[in-house]
């Protein structure tokens, strides 16, 4: 499963249209609003997770920028203060992608970045707010790099 975070720049001659409807019948790519200002007849600006195969993905994206959407890949990058942590687990039971992970039998809190989308869900959990999350906007370049 593939799952990015976008932030979308709606002209206002697409802030009426079903855009997001669209992406789940035409593209199957299942999404979550993380946040959204738009508003008829006006330009509009989406925070939005989108999940699917790599190839619906990049089809659903591409069909929004034909539309004159501006997508951006919006990079979340999640760290652990080995300091503050005191390997008590809580997170692992929300990380949705495995990034966050107990071995055993030492139960050892193990943080794989490479496999962490930036989701966040383990910052709240945390009780000494051992994780952090910093958003930036992700350089892209060429059409592979952007989807």
């Not at 720049?9 to 200002?37: C, G, M």
């Not at 687990?89 to 030492?106: F, I, M």
């Not at 707010?129 to 910093?134: D, T």
């Amino acid at each position: 499963m593939y799952n990015r975070i976008y932030l979308l720049r709606f002209p206002k001659e697409t802030s009426n249209d079903p855009v997001i409807y669209r992406l789940v019948k035409q593209y199957d790519v299942e999404f979550n609003i993380l946040k959204a200002d738009i508003l008829p007849h006006r330009e509009g600006l989406m925070i939005l997770e989108l999940k699917g195969t790599k190839e619906h993905v990049k089809s659903s994206l591409a069909y929004m920028t034909d539309l004159g959407v501006n997508v951006e890949r919006l990079a979340a990058s999640i760290r652990r203060d080995d300091d503050k942590c005191f390997q008590c687990g809580a997170c692992t039971g929300v990380c949705p992608v495995g990034a966050l992970s107990l071995h055993r039998p030492d139960m050892e809190v193990i943080f794989d970045p490479e496999k962490c989308t930036g989701c966040g869900q383990c910052v709240p959990i945390c009780p000494v707010r051992a994780m952090e999350v910093s958003w930036g906007m992700e350089i892209l370049e060429g059409e592979e790099a952007a989807f």
